[in-house]
């Protein structure tokens, strides 16, 4: 069903709410994630000193990680390339391209992978749609870029639409 597709496999508040240990346990190996308001603020330039340390802790428990964004070059490599972050730009998500190449790109087959993000319209519909296991952030911003702004009127409608019908499995 169409809207199974839109829910995430887990919710959290933030990334740094992710339990590492438990995916590594769950045998997850890789981690794709989305780039604005799910690692930093969409209008925010560079990294935090707390994304740059989370970067840090997820290659030393031995995960590859992939940023994978529909934003363009300039903005998702001046992030990435100091973090020594591969990175998909102008991904396209939902449409399952940019996931197929983040995964074969880590040598990682789509059980080992798992995709964070902050919205249900691109990252959890694009990584459902892969059978990625998808974990879906609260936006780090409350601010959205023109296009996102859409796409989270169209998200509060499918939400609305789930939560009446009793399939939304986290709290709001
Ligand atoms: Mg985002």
Do not use: C
């Amino acid at each position: 069903m169409i809207t199974s597709l839109l829910i995430p496999d887990l919710h959290v508040d933030s990334i740094y709410d992710i339990d590492l240990v438990q995916l590594k346990q769950r045998g997850v190996k890789g981690i794709i994630t989305d780039l604005d308001n799910t690692l930093i603020e969409w209008d925010r330039p560079d990294a935090t000193p707390e994304l740059i340390t989370w970067i840090k802790e997820l290659k030393e428990h031995g995960f590859s990680v992939v940023i994978v964004s529909n934003n363009n070059e300039t903005r998702v490599s001046k992030v990435a390339e100091p973090l020594g972050v591969p990175y998909i730009h102008q991904a396209k998500k939902p449409t399952k391209n940019a996931f197929h190449k983040a995964t074969r790109g880590m040598g990682l087959s789509v059980q080992e992978t798992v995709v964070i993000g902050d919205q249900l319209f691109t990252d959890v519909l694009g990584g459902n749609r892969m059978g990625l296991y998808t974990i879906l952030v609260v936006p780090v911003a409350q601010t959205d870029s023109l296009i996102t702004r859409f796409n989270r009127r169209l998200e509060r409608v499918a939400l609305n639409w789930m939560r009446k019908r009793g399939k939304i499995p986290w709290e709001d």
